[in-house]
Every structure is written in C-alpha cells, then in structure tokens.
C-alpha cells in the first residue's frame, strides 16, 4: 500500500477479517461518504490477491469504475475490466465490473472468490440480486454509506455480519 490507513479503516479491515475467520461469507461495511471504503477495498483487495484469490469489485456508475481504477492503480494494483468499452482480460484474477455488463456476461464468466459491492444499498435490485445469485459460492463484501433503502426492502437476506 502506498497510502496509510486511518486507524478507523484499519480497525474495519480488521473486523472484516474477524468476521471472515469466525466463517461469515457475507458482511456488510457501512461507512460514511468520503470515509474510505475504496482504500478499504483496495487494501483488502490486495491481501487476497496475495492469497491467490480471484476478485471482483463491482460499480453501477461509470465515475465510480474510473474512481476505484485510479485508486488501485496508485496502490499497486492492475486491474482489468468487465465494462463496455474497457479493456477486459480473462487471466486478470483482478476485475472491476459495470454491474450492467456483468449481468450479461454472467453465463461465460467463472465465479470470483471475493465480490466487493459498491454502494451495495442496491442489492436488492433486480439485476444485482442475479449476480448475487449467481455468485451465491462467493465471499461478498458490500459497502455502503446508506444501508436503508428508500423502497424498504431489506439487506439482511444479503448480508450475515
């Protein structure tokens, strides 16, 4: 890492991993805007891929697909793309997803081992909810500033800890 950690973003890493050790598959980081969580990721990111683990680290926006690409790139790490008009390479174990290209690639793509979801309040999407599906085998680690839903659905059946 090229940056430093804020205690606060260690201390998540931490209980991240904690949770992960205790056998949680699916966890939850709530955090406020601005506070983090693509440094979060990045760092987490990193320590999986040094474990030899695939991962996918999925956006609905364009802006936030170049955000975490430059993030990871000033960090160390190269990524490829599942996104239109992005360059995508199947022997990458790194990959930063458009969830509107993922959803239609699905069929041909292998599960990753991690899934970061960003701004993961959508999950309960339609489109989200089949690539969650889909991946249901996969370690997912949803982030978010806004953990309710405006249409009330919940995110409890997504996430465990």
Not at 24 to 49: N, W, Y
Request: with cysteine.
């Amino acid at each position: 890492m090229t940056f430093k950690l804020r205690d606060y973003q260690q201390k998540i890493i931490d209980d991240v991993i904690l949770q992960l050790k205790k056998g949680h598959k699916k966890i939850l980081v709530v955090l406020p805007t601005g506070g983090g969580k693509t440094a979060i990721s990045t760092d987490l990111t990193s320590r999986c891929h040094n474990k030899g683990k695939s991962i996918n680290f999925i956006c609905h926006r364009r802006e936030l697909i170049t955000q975490t690409y430059k993030t990871y790139l000033k960090n160390g790490i190269t990524p490829s793309f599942i996104a239109g008009n992005r360059r995508y390479d199947k022997a990458n174990t790194i990959q930063i997803a458009s969830i509107n290209t993922l959803v239609n690639r699905i069929s041909a793509l292998a599960p990753p081992d991690v899934c970061f979801w960003d701004e993961c309040h959508h999950q309960a999407a339609s489109q989200w909810e089949k690539v969650f599906r889909e991946y249901g085998s996969s370690v997912h680690i949803g982030l978010t500033a806004t953990p309710v839903r405006l249409d009330g659905k919940p995110l409890g059946k997504f996430y465990d800890a």
